[in-house]
């Protein structure tokens, strides 16, 4: 079944307010609980929340898109995708796709999806239901 776009407003604000501290979190936070596992699991809830602003899809294929896109993410990091496009000294690409692999990247990453789907619940529990 194809994604027919769409636009919610309410998930393309909330994806704008996660952006929003997702670039507090690259920029000035250096620690080393928040922005190696917080920024990770934000990371996908981001994409969750744009991926149901801008489709159709519903919340669990949502998350498990979001997931995938974390999980493809790391393997990239695992095979240096940014030496093979030459981007290792580009700061943008090092911090929207990271710069090296950790096993614990992809439980924050199941993390995040995790949270995205029981947010949903939360908000609205009918929502399971879509």
């Given at each position: 079944?194809?994604?027919?776009?769409?636009?919610?407003?309410?998930?393309?604000?909330?994806?704008?307010?996660?952006?929003?501290?997702?670039?507090?979190?690259?920029?000035?936070?250096?620690?080393?609980?928040?922005?190696?596992?917080?920024?990770?699991?934000?990371?996908?809830?981001?994409?969750?929340?744009?991926?149901r602003a801008i489709s159709?899809?519903?919340?669990?294929?949502?998350?498990?898109?979001?997931?995938?896109?974390?999980?493809?993410?790391e393997i990239g990091q695992?095979?240096?995708?940014?030496?093979?496009?030459?981007?290792?000294?580009?700061?943008?690409?090092?911090?929207?796709?990271?710069?090296?692999?950790?096993?614990?990247?992809?439980?924050?990453?199941?993390?995040?999806?995790?949270?995205?789907?029981?947010?949903?619940?939360?908000?609205?529990?009918?929502?399971?239901?879509?």
């Open positions: 079944m194809p994604v027919r776009p769409s636009w919610h407003p309410g998930y393309a604000l909330a994806a704008s307010l996660v952006f929003l501290v997702e670039v507090v979190i690259a920029l000035w936070v250096r620690d080393d609980v928040i922005r190696p596992y917080v920024g990770d699991v934000l990371a996908v809830i981001l994409v969750y929340l744009a991926l159709t899809l519903r919340i669990v294929p949502a998350a498990f898109a979001a997931l995938t896109v974390g999980i493809l993410v695992a095979a240096d995708l940014l030496g093979i496009l030459g981007l290792s000294h580009n700061r943008l690409a090092a911090v929207l796709l990271g710069t090296s692999f950790g096993i614990g990247d992809l439980f924050c990453y199941a993390a995040g999806a995790t949270i995205a789907v029981l947010a949903e619940c939360w908000r609205k529990p009918a929502a399971t239901a879509r």
